[in-house]
């Protein structure tokens, strides 16, 4: 097998975190928990002889620490980017992961907005490959990219 490149590499840990903030919130357990769970089970590991894809765990933990460092800011840029019948809370509980994954790169790190929007729209199909979520993912995270990094645009 071919050595992943660092875009795979990260392209995977932001499905895995994805994963992470679903299971943190799913289970009450703590992102120390978590986080090392994915890091030791996750990663490049062998899952019903099918092998999973190798991670950035860097790139990984810098998306958790964000996402959950950032979260009341990053809910409240989803909020005003949802029709407000819609609040965060009332959103499939795996794009409200999602959401918080994306929302914390585009606050705390320094990915261009438009990977940020595409790499999570991405992750958003490997959910849901129907595609309608795809495009809502798209629609919220570029009202969040704006709000988060006005300059970029």
Same mark, same amino acid.
């Given at each position: 097998m071919n050595a992943p490149d660092k875009k795979q590499m990260k392209s995977a840990a932001r499905l895995f975190a994805v994963q992470?903030?679903?299971q943190m919130e799913s289970s009450g357990q703590t992102v120390e928990k978590i986080v090392r769970e994915f890091e030791t089970h996750r990663f490049g590991e062998v899952f019903d002889d099918v092998e999973m894809a190798e991670g950035d765990p860097a790139h990984f933990r810098k998306v958790i620490d964000a996402a959950v460092n950032w979260q009341a800011?990053? @809910?409240q840029m989803t909020d005003r980017a949802l029709v407000a019948k819609w609040p965060i @809370?009332?959103?499939d509980p795996v794009l409200r992961a999602l959401f918080r994954a994306a929302g914390g790169e585009l606050v @705390?790190? @320094?990915t261009p907005p438009k990977v940020?929007?595409?790499e999570y729209v991405d992750v958003a199909k490997?959910?849901?490959p129907e595609g309608k979520e795809s495009k809502f993912v798209n629609a919220v995270l570029d009202h969040m990219a704006r709000?988060?990094?006005p300059a970029a645009f």
């Open positions: 992470a903030l679903f800011k990053i @809910d @809370d009332r959103i @705390d790190l @320094d940020v929007i595409n490997a959910f849901f709000e988060a990094k």
